[in-house]
């Protein structure tokens, strides 16, 4: 029955002898209708997702040392915080990395990266000139 009642909805789709039969523009605007969804949906994280360039300096890179006081594996980015000499003041710095998917297919583990760990971390620095970068390389610091 459902074969019978599906090739019935494509021969009325069919253009016979250059007539179009009433049936077909819907059959045309339903899909068409499908598509454009499917595109609008697709395009949608595009655009809401901002640009690495568009926050972050690639030309300037520095590495920083210090101990993580807080981690944070939530969308979109995995963040941590650390504490970082500067003389004889402590500063706080803001490290972001990619989605915590993406970090976990490339072989980082939840417990890698905890509170009271030093770490070692090359970033590209933040353009407005705070404490925030995006980690090129992070790695466990020696005590």
Request: with cysteine; glycine share 8%.
């Amino acid at each position: 029955m459902g074969g019978q009642i599906w090739e019935a909805t494509r021969l009325n789709c069919q253009i016979k002898s250059g007539i179009v039969p009433q049936k077909m523009t819907v059959c045309l605007r339903v899909p068409t209708l499908v598509a454009g969804m499917i595109m609008l949906f697709q395009v949608a994280p595009v655009v809401a997702h901002h640009s690495l360039e568009a926050e972050y300096d690639s030309k300037q890179s520095i590495t920083l040392t210090g101990t993580i006081t807080k981690t944070d594996w939530s969308n979109p980015h995995v963040h941590f915080l650390m504490d970082v000499k500067d003389g004889d003041r402590t500063v706080n710095w803001q490290v972001e990395m990619g989605s915590p998917n993406a970090q976990l297919l490339s072989g980082w583990k939840l417990e890698d990266l905890k509170p009271g760990d030093r770490v070692k971390v090359s970033v590209y620095r933040a353009r407005d000139g705070s404490n925030l970068g995006f980690a090129r390389k992070v790695a466990k610091a020696s005590p």
